[in-house]
Nanobody, 124 residues
C-alpha cells in the first residue's frame, strides 16, 4: 500500500508561483498513476491534473491548463505540481492521489490512496 504526503502549500500573492510535492512511502510508485485534486471552501473536490506512471501522459482541468504543470520523479518517489500565475480562485486544499489507471483518475475513479492535503491560499 502507498502512503502519500503533500507539502509545499502556503500563502502567496496573486500572480506568484508555488510548487507542491507529494512524497510516497510504501510500495513503489512505478506502476501507479498519480493525480492532483483540490477542494475550495464550501465546494466539492475537483480534478486538477494527472500523470501516467511513466510521465509521458498528462492531463489538466481547463481551469489550470497552461498555468500548472504536473511531473514525477519515480526514483525519488515524488510527484510535483508546479503552479504559476496563481489566482484567488486557486485557493483550496490540494490533495495528491494514486490510482491504477491513468485513464480514469481524472474522473476521480479508481483512486486507491489519498493524501491528507496541503492548503494553498492566494491573496489578491
Amino acid at each position: 500500500q502507498v502512503q502519500l504526503e503533500e507539502s509545499g502549500g502556503g500563502v502567496v500573492q496573486a500572480g506568484d508561483s508555488l510548487r507542491l510535492s507529494c512524497a510516497a512511502s510504501g510500495r513503489t510508485l512505478r506502476f501507479v498513476a498519480m493525480g492532483w485534486f483540490r477542494q475550495a471552501p464550501g465546494e466539492d473536490r475537483e480534478f486538477v491534473a494527472a500523470i501516467s506512471w511513466g510521465g509521458s501522459s498528462t492531463s489538466y482541468s481547463d481551469s489550470v491548463k497552461g498555468r500548472f504543470t504536473v511531473s514525477r520523479d519515480n526514483a525519488k518517489r515524488t510527484v510535483y505540481l508546479q503552479m504559476a500565475s496563481l489566482k484567488a480562485g486557486d485557493t483550496a486544499v490540494y490533495y495528491c492521489a494514486a490510482g491504477d489507471d491513468y485513464g480514469t483518475i481524472a474522473a476521480g475513479e479508481g483512486i486507491n490512496v489519498w493524501g491528507k492535503g496541503t492548503l494553498v491560499t492566494v491573496s489578491s
